[in-house]
């Protein structure tokens, strides 16, 4: 079993920078691929980035590509998501997930993950 937790969340202005935090404890991550999700009130929860099981890979969704990063730090068991020019359509909730088995092709169905976190809201405002 897998325990994660999103941490970093708050509200910023259009154009401000966040990042956020998601601790695992439980296992550690490496070998598991690792996603972040959103999802906005009314809306299906949406992709934002994932790591590859090997971390060697980085993959983003459209509405993000070029403003936000992922990565990890296997030695802290932890995933990051790094916010840059936020836009008052980030607003959401953003969670974390992690899973075994995760193919290349499924890493952007959140079906396909195992394991998730409680969830940190981000609100973009002016």
């Known amino acids: 079993q897998v325990e994660l937790v999103e941490s970093g969340g708050g509200l910023v202005q259009p154009g401000d920078s966040l990042g956020v935090s998601c601790a695992a404890s439980?296992?550690?991550?490496?070998?598991?691929?690792r996603a972040w999700f959103r999802q906005a009130p009314g809306k299906d929860r949406e992709f934002v980035a994932a790591?590859?099981?090997?971390?060697?890979?980085?993959y983003y969704g459209d509405s993000v590509k070029g403003r936000f990063t992922i990565s990890s730090d296997n030695g802290k068991n932890t995933i990051y998501l790094q916010m840059n020019s936020l836009k008052p359509e980030d607003t959401a909730v953003y969670y974390c997930?992690?899973?075994?088995?995760?193919?290349?092709?499924?890493?952007?169905?959140?079906?396909?993950?195992?394991?998730w976190g409680q969830g940190t809201q981000v609100t973009v405002s002016s």
């Open positions: 997930a992690a899973g075994r088995g995760v193919i290349t092709s499924s890493l952007r169905n959140p079906g396909a993950y195992d394991w």
């Open positions: 439980g296992r550690t991550l490496g070998g598991y691929a």
């Open positions: 790591l590859s099981r090997t971390g060697g890979y980085t």
